[in-house]
């Protein structure tokens, strides 16, 4: 019994099954998980570690180096990057992107292992190295604490015991505070008090630190028992660090400490960071979900415990909103299910008047069940509802109706010419159910090649495939059942009660005597298409690529960059000038800077910069109809020139793999430094007049000045002194230097040796800081074991798989593309004149879209492959095959022609777009040649059979096509990310359309030497 049959027979079945699909869609849609964008793995972890008192140099080459080398015996690893710095060195070791969950787990407790094992060969002062393999943690919900009238610990306190009671909501992973600037006990005490009481800084230290000790005791065994021994001593507030006694080695009489210091807790000054939100100082609140959550719920259940809270905060505590992922995940997903709901309209509303009321309802049927049916798979495959998959669903969503209306026109037809109404059923669906699905799978397949690729943007973007290929699978299973048994019982029988030729038409008639004509003049038909195809493949090197557009998102993130060694205060006091002109501007609804600190990850594409009191980060948030791009022109024109030294960056949220800058050229080469630099200047210089850049720059940034104490061993030695008395001094006195802890409940409250502020900044006094030794009761003025000496030194090295690189980054012009600068300049880089021996590579957008591609097309031979096979074993027939195969080109010329007409750039969406074109194509032309085969089958001529079929076929060929491209049209006005796709395949699938119904006819008839 054929497929049709058994649906007409078994017509309760077939109603039962359908409407429990459509019920069970509705609750599983209310189960879905809700995104904004799909999350994707961060294959990165960090390696960090502290070597204080090191510069730059030596890091890289006492700490970097070792852990380095360690860390590339990782069998899973892709790259390694990292910078040192002074006192400090940090690695990024990124794995390859095909290994994710559990293994990856596996892969950070190997790269921990080999991690200590490298800290057996770093030198004792070292700290660390530490792994922190939750680098990719997203910090969705971001609050502001701020509170007018309060003191920043009170604040503190009060978003310390907030982050607590957010950590028991159900669904939170983490709870962080930024933006804390650190608090510190500190004794101030000045040196002229010091020399008078002939009391070495030393003594007040090691007389702190020998009390001040949690240490064992033992125990006592009385009879049965045993008492444990505990001594105090343990600092529990400031007024025990007050009280400490010191010796007076003069008088041998004992000294308090508060005597002859000031004793405070504050905080650190400088500040280690500063944060504030629409100017007031305050700390930031981040919140992390935990993995599978459903970020929308996990927002209401915040909200519900924040109301419970309300009565408990002071007043005058206010919490702000700076960034609320449930509430954007709401608006997009209401975005996108509105055009979704659009597109469906539309495609119903083409059906009705194209095949009247009530074959436009047959056929129409099937869209929103097979929706619903979607929905229901994707709940079960653990798919979650965001931009890409709901995005997926209105591309294909014209798709959905192309078998409907197949099987529901051709038994129309067959009813109109007379057939019994059953017959005209089974035969519709017996000829057409194998091509159907045959070119059903082909389409699917057009876009696998996405989910086979085992990268972050392949993760970013693989429901689209899975998705389309659910739907579009459903579809025909409902199209040769339940599209089957209402075309039975519902398509009219004709008017007159006489057989009739459906396609008499004007239009038809038309079609008739074009393909006459083609067919006649089919060799020059087909060089003039050739001819266009190729002009097509000219013109797309006209078309801009991109990687990934920015997102569409009513924020944007300054980066104000001092040069390095500027003072945290210095970069606080001009992000606030910043910061009252964004206020005043009409379109800005809220800033927040953090200072010393970029913003932490709240948004999964962004990369957070490192820590640096050079460096201040301000989120701003836009009123939402506001032109952001005009706001960010704003911003650019008032900061153009306006503070001197700074390097200031204003940038949109992007979508895809994150990059730093969209234009990179990296300069690698075991060389000098200072050569390295030279280099890297000359290109920067040299991108720097490109028209297409704008601020150019490069990692490594400006060197800083230090001041080398040149410490003469011989006379130290004669004074009783080492370089390490000296270097402890002078960082007791200007790098207020930890001398022990103070514990306040969780709190660890570093003790800090502080010198007043009029001696730390006169510089002029530094020679004549008293050096003491260990062994002696005589201080030795430090110009007299020691010369200073002014230096310029690097304060960031950064290496790329152990190779000193550096990264000269900048930014685009607006209507500049990446690629597009990459392609023009890459010729000019061997005509430069630079040293042998480096290595140069572009990286940014440019790179990160080439590697995107490469993963995705290295499977597209695979892909075709396979859809040559089901070709094959659908006709049966080589001749058949590469009739439809050679249908593939022609979506070009409309691609080509829509990106240039409506200015849409050539990106990895589009790309994505006009591989799925094919599908759609080869789809349309499998249905063609199917008939012209049944029509000689029957008997007919080859010529004749080609007409036939191609009029028998142009209705469903058309209005399949017209149901896609209209279909797309709420996707191409939803915004940067959907349009160049939905441009793409609407405009390709138009050409492809009309030129098919010609090419196939002629293609077939040459490669069947039809008659003329």
């Given at each position: 019994m054929s497929i049709g049959g058994w649906s007409l027979a078994r017509a309760r079945l077939i109603v039962f099954a359908t409407v429990l699909i459509g019920l069970s869609g509705l609750w599983a849609y209310g189960q879905l998980g809700q995104l904004e964008d799909p999350d994707f793995t961060i294959h990165t972890a960090l390696v960090q570690a502290e070597y204080p008192g090191a510069r730059a140099e030596r890091v890289e080459a006492e700490v970097t180096e070792v852990l380095e080398r360690h860390i590339q015996q990782l069998e899973e690893l892709e790259e390694i990057e990292s910078v040192s710095r002074d006192g400090d060195v940090v690695i990024y070791v990124d794995v390859d992107e095909r290994y994710s969950g559990a293994r990856l787990r596996q892969i950070w407790d190997e790269l921990n292992k080999k991690v200590q094992r490298a800290s057996l060969e770093l030198p004792n002062e070292v700290r660390g190295p530490v792994v922190d393999d939750d680098y990719g943690d997203v910090f969705g919900l971001l609050y502001a604490v701020t509170g007018e009238g309060y003191s920043l610990r009170k604040i503190d306190d009060y978003a310390d015991e907030l982050r607590r009671e957010l950590l028991r909501v159900p669904g939170v992973a983490r709870a962080e505070l930024f933006g804390r600037q650190g608090e510190r006990i500190f004794i101030e005490i000045s040196r002229e008090r010091l020399s008078a009481l002939n009391l070495h800084p030393g003594q007040i230290a090691e007389t702190l630190q020998r009390q001040n000790v949690v240490a064992p005791a033992g125990a006592i065994d009385l009879d049965d028992h045993r008492v444990g021994l505990f001594v105090s001593g343990t600092f529990d507030s400031v007024e025990d660090v007050r009280g400490l006694s010191i010796r007076n080695p003069e008088t041998d009489e004992r000294i308090y400490l508060r005597d002859i210091a000031d004793v405070r807790r504050g905080f650190a000054d400088p500040p280690e960071r500063v944060f504030r939100h629409d100017g007031e100082p305050g700390v930031a609140l981040g919140i992390s979900p935990a993995p599978g959550t459903n970020v929308v719920e996990l927002g209401e259940r915040i909200e519900q415990r924040l109301a419970e809270l309300e009565h408990d905060r002071p007043v005058g505590m206010t919490l702000h909103t700076v960034n609320d992922q449930p509430e954007t995940v709401r608006g997009a997903i209401a975005e996108f299910v509105t055009n979704l709901a659009t597109a469906v309209v539309i495609v119903l509303a083409v059906l009705l008047i194209a095949l009247g009321w009530r074959t436009g309802l047959i056929v129409g049927a099937g869209v929103p069940l097979t929706i619903l049916g979607t929905f229901l798979v994707m709940w079960v495959t653990g798919i979650d509802l965001h931009r890409v998959s709901l995005g997926a669903l209105i591309v294909v969503l014209g798709m959905l109706v192309d078998n409907a209306i197949v099987v529901a026109e051709l038994t129309m037809t067959r009813i109109q010419r007379g057939v019994e109404r059953a017959k005209a059923a089974r035969q519709a669906v017996s000829e057409t159910a194998i091509p159907l699905l045959i070119g059903t799978a082909i389409a699917a397949l057009a876009f696998s090649p996405i989910s086979f690729t085992p990268s972050a943007v392949g993760e970013f973007t693989s429901s689209l495939f899975w998705v389309v290929a659910f739907a579009l699978g459903l579809s025909w299973i409902l199209a040769v059942t339940f599209t089957t048994l209402l075309a039975y019982r519902f398509l009219p029988a004709p008017t007159s009660g006489e057989a009739r030729d459906p396609h008499d038409t004007l239009w038809h008639r038309a079609y008739r005597r074009a393909l006459g004509g083609m067919l006649r003049y089919r060799t020059t038909s087909l060089i003039t298409v050739l001819l266009v195809v190729a002009i097509a493949v000219a013109a797309f090197t006209?078309?801009?690529?991109?990687?990934?557009?920015?997102?569409?998102?009513?924020?944007?993130?300054?980066?104000?960059?001092?040069?390095?060694?500027?003072?945290?205060?210095?970069?606080?006091?001009?992000?606030?000038?910043?910061?009252?002109?964004?206020?005043?501007?009409?379109?800005?609804?809220?800033?927040?800077?953090?200072?010393?600190?970029?913003?932490?990850?709240?948004?999964?594409?962004?990369?957070?910069?490192?820590?640096?009191?050079?460096?201040?980060?301000?989120?701003?948030?836009?009123?939402?109809?506001?032109?952001?791009?005009?706001?960010?022109?704003?911003?650019?024109?008032?900061?153009?020139?306006?503070?001197?030294?700074?390097?200031?960056?204003?940038?949109?949220?992007?979508?895809?793999?994150?990059?730093?800058?969209?234009?990179?050229?990296?300069?690698?080469?075991?060389?000098?430094?200072?050569?390295?630099?030279?280099?890297?200047?000359?290109l920067r210089d040299w991108l720097a007049g490109q028209p297409e850049t704008a601020g150019t720059r490069h990692n490594w940034r400006q060197q800083a000045l230090s001041l080398d104490v040149e410490v003469d061993q011989e006379r130290a030695r004669a004074a009783g002194l080492s370089s390490a008395e000296v270097a402890e001094t002078l960082e007791m006195a200007y790098d207020d230097g930890p001398i022990g802890v103070l514990i306040d409940g969780d709190r660890h409250l570093p003790i800090h040796w502080y010198l007043p502020e009029v001696e730390r900044g006169d510089l002029s006094r530094l020679d004549t800081?008293?050096?003491?030794?260990?062994?002696?009761?005589?201080?030795?003025?430090?110009?007299?074991?020691?010369?200073?000496?002014?230096?310029?030194?690097?304060?960031?090295?950064?290496?790329?798989?152990?190779?000193?690189?550096?990264?000269?980054?900048?930014?685009?012009?607006?209507?500049?593309?990446?690629?597009?600068?990459?392609?023009?300049?890459?010729?000019?880089?061997?005509?430069?004149?630079?040293?042998?021996?480096?290595?140069?590579?572009?990286?940014?957008?440019?790179?990160?879209?080439?590697?995107?591609?490469?993963?995705?097309?290295?499977?597209?031979?695979?892909?075709?492959?396979?859809?040559?096979?089901?070709?094959?074993?659908?006709?049966?027939?080589?001749?058949?095959?590469?009739?439809?195969?050679?249908?593939?080109?022609?979506?070009?010329?409309?691609?080509?022609?829509?990106?240039?007409?409506?200015?849409?750039?050539?990106?990895?969406?589009?790309?994505?777009?006009?591989?799925?074109?094919?599908?759609?194509?080869?789809?349309?032309?499998?249905?063609?040649?199917?008939?012209?085969?049944?029509?000689?089958?029957?008997?007919?001529?080859?010529?004749?059979?080609?007409?036939?079929?191609?009029?028998?076929?142009?209705?469903?060929?058309?209005?399949?096509?017209?149901?896609?491209?209209?279909?797309?049209?709420?996707?191409?006005?939803?915004?940067?990310?959907?349009?160049?796709?939905?441009?793409?395949?609407?405009?390709?699938?138009?050409?492809?359309?009309?030129?098919?119904?010609?090419?196939?006819?002629?293609?077939?008839?040459?490669?069947?030497?039809?008659?003329?």
């Open positions: 006209l078309v801009p690529r991109i990687f990934f557009p920015a997102a569409d998102r009513d924020q944007f993130l300054i980066d104000h960059w001092r040069s390095e060694g500027t003072r945290i205060e210095a970069v606080a006091d001009e992000t606030a000038r910043l910061e009252a002109f964004l206020r005043e501007h009409d379109d800005v609804a809220r800033v927040t800077t953090f200072v010393g600190e970029g913003a932490p990850r709240f948004y999964l594409p962004m990369i957070p910069e490192l820590p640096n009191p050079a460096y201040a980060q301000l989120l701003v948030g836009t009123e939402p109809d506001s032109d952001l791009d005009a706001v960010m022109a704003d911003v650019r024109d008032w900061l153009d020139g306006r503070f001197a030294d700074a390097q200031p960056r204003v940038r949109p949220m992007m979508l895809g793999d994150p990059v730093r800058y969209p234009v990179e050229l990296r300069v690698a080469g075991p060389r000098d430094h200072a050569e390295l630099r030279q280099v890297a200047e000359e800081l008293e050096i003491w030794p260990r062994d002696s009761e005589r201080p030795v003025p430090l110009r007299q074991v020691a010369n200073l000496k002014p230096a310029w030194e690097e304060r960031s090295i950064w290496r790329q798989d152990r190779v000193p690189t550096v990264t000269v980054q900048a930014d685009l012009v607006p209507g500049a593309t990446a690629e597009g600068l990459v392609a023009r300049l890459d010729p000019q880089l061997d005509e430069l004149d630079l040293p042998s021996g480096l290595e140069l590579a572009w990286g940014g957008e440019a790179e990160a879209s080439w590697e995107a591609r490469a993963d995705v097309l290295i499977f597209v031979p695979l892909v075709l492959a396979v859809m040559a096979l089901l070709l094959v074993a659908q006709f049966n027939s080589l001749r058949d095959a590469t009739v439809v195969a050679l249908t593939v080109p022609l979506g070009l010329i409309g691609v080509v022609a829509g990106l240039l007409l409506f200015r849409q750039p050539f990106g990895f969406i589009a790309l994505l777009g006009a591989m799925s074109l094919a599908g759609m194509l080869i789809r349309n032309a499998i249905v063609l040649v199917e008939q012209i085969r049944l029509n000689r089958a029957d008997g007919m001529a080859t010529h004749p059979a080609i007409v036939e079929a191609g009029v028998g076929r142009m209705r469903p060929v058309l209005l399949t096509a017209a149901t896609t491209i209209l279909g797309m049209i709420p996707l191409a006005l939803s915004g940067p990310f959907w349009a160049p796709m939905a441009t793409a395949v609407m405009s390709g699938l138009a050409f492809g359309t009309i030129l098919i119904l010609g090419v196939v006819p002629v293609l077939y008839a040459l490669l069947h030497r039809a008659e003329r």
